[in-house]
């Protein structure tokens, strides 16, 4: 299962491709877009990385996707590294912390783009922070990570690996530092699975895709699921071929469209169709930012 969310427009979409975990799941999102992504550093997700930035072509950059890593994934490896090194991941972990302090400190006082990324290049904030980082692990890496045990040497290695990722949030304040929001919606479709003791077939997963999108889009604009199927529903038995529904979407829908109190006897597997094809639509659309989660 593959969950993207996009919080721009406030939209969130799960899809199940047959099982696969290869980058053809994810390309019809990553090729050609233009915006920022936050995941973590499984490998799929860096074949769309820009290979222009090793040359300097600011230009051809600016025509790609740019990823960006998550910082709490690279912090997992250093908290198990602990036992291990206990000094020497804890530094990385306190500079961490600092990190999302500072993070806390935007979200507290409602600042996000241009603003939160003014807060991150302050003096002595994320963007000396960063720089702090980068010259420990060069120092280790140079060395060939001498005296490093072998959780240490793998936290480091992982960290060297995604950090020019990392840095992304230095360029834009829409980017966050994790994929959290993302495993945070991901982690429901885990439980369920957990109390389900599975999905059961491969069409089953894909409904239960849908239905998840559905849920978790609603959550997105605090809306209740039952009523924007009401009026999805509604709006579909009007609607004409060849007609532009991205006003169906949750996010347009909860202010365009008046909620009424009649049921419509119909089944949700009837639209499952329609909502991909405009999450699909409407998702590519923007230049956005958008998290990635795989299950």
Same mark, same amino acid.
């Given at each position: 299962?593959?969950?993207?969310?996009? $919080?721009?427009?406030?939209?969130?979409?799960?899809?199940?491709?047959?099982?696969?975990?290869?980058?053809?799941?994810?390309?019809?999102?990553?090729?050609?877009?233009?915006?920022?992504?936050?995941?973590?550093?499984?490998?799929?997700?860096?074949?769309?990385?820009?290979?222009?930035?090793?040359?300097?072509?600011?230009?051809?950059?600016?025509?790609?996707?740019?990823?960006?890593?998550?910082?709490?994934?690279?912090?997992?490896?250093?908290?198990?590294?602990?036992?291990?090194?206990? @000094?020497?991941?804890?530094?990385?972990?306190?500079?961490?912390?600092?990190?999302?302090?500072?993070?806390?400190?935007?979200?507290?006082?409602?600042?996000?783009?241009?603003?939160?990324?003014?807060?991150?290049?302050? @003096?002595?904030?994320?963007?000396?922070?960063?720089?702090?980082?980068?010259?420990?692990? *060069?120092?280790?890496?140079?060395?060939?990570?001498?005296?490093?045990?072998?959780? /240490?040497?793998?936290?480091?290695?992982?960290?060297?690996?995604?950090? @020019?990722?990392?840095?992304?949030?230095?360029?834009?304040?829409?980017?966050? /530092?994790?994929?959290?929001?993302? *495993?945070? !919606?991901?982690?429901?479709?885990? !439980?369920?699975?957990?109390?389900?003791?599975?999905?059961?077939?491969?069409?089953?997963?894909?409904?239960?895709?849908? !239905?998840?999108?559905?849920?978790?889009?609603?959550?997105?604009?605090?809306?209740?699921?039952?009523?924007?199927?009401?009026?999805?529903?509604?709006?579909?038995?009007?609607?004409?071929?060849?007609?532009?529904?991205?006003?169906?979407? @949750?996010?347009? !829908?909860?202010?365009?469209?008046?909620?009424?109190?009649?049921?419509?006897?119909?089944?949700?597997? $009837?639209?499952?169709?329609?909502?991909?094809? /405009?999450?699909?639509?409407?998702?590519?659309?923007?230049?956005?930012?958008?998290?990635?989660?795989?299950?």
């Amino acid at each position: 299962m593959w969950e993207i969310r996009a $919080n721009s427009v406030n939209l969130s979409y799960f899809m199940y491709e047959d099982g696969s975990r290869g980058a053809k799941a994810i390309r019809p999102f990553l090729d050609g877009y233009l915006g920022f992504y936050t995941t973590d550093g499984y490998v799929v997700y860096k074949v769309f990385d820009s290979k222009d930035e090793a040359y300097g072509d600011a230009e051809r950059q600016q025509k790609k996707g740019r990823r960006s890593a998550c910082l709490v994934h690279i912090r997992r490896v250093f908290v198990d590294a602990i036992i291990e090194n206990e @000094p020497e991941s804890m530094w990385f972990v306190d500079e961490f912390g600092r990190m999302f302090a500072i993070e806390h400190y935007c979200a507290t006082r409602g600042l996000t783009g241009d603003a939160r990324l003014a807060e991150r290049l302050k @003096p002595g904030n994320t963007a000396d922070i960063m720089r702090r980082i980068e010259e420990r692990l *060069e120092t280790y890496r140079k060395s060939d990570f001498a005296g490093c045990g072998q959780m /240490l040497k793998k936290a480091l290695k992982y960290a060297i690996g995604e950090w @020019p990722a990392m840095k992304r949030v230095l360029e834009c304040g829409d980017v966050e /530092l994790s994929n959290n929001l993302s *495993e945070q !919606m991901m982690r429901r479709i885990k !439980m369920n699975l957990k109390n389900a003791c599975n999905i059961g077939s491969e069409i089953s997963a894909k409904h239960n895709a849908f !239905m998840f999108s559905v849920i978790e889009n609603c959550k997105m604009i605090k809306r209740n699921v039952e009523d924007y199927l009401k009026a999805l529903f509604r709006r579909l038995r009007i609607a004409k071929e060849g007609e532009d529904l991205t006003c169906c979407l @949750p996010c347009h !829908m909860s202010f365009q469209l008046k909620i009424t109190k009649n049921i419509i006897n119909r089944t949700c597997c $009837n639209f499952c169709l329609p909502y991909i094809l /405009l999450v699909l639509k409407y998702g590519q659309k923007y230049n956005d930012s958008y998290i990635f989660r795989f299950c």
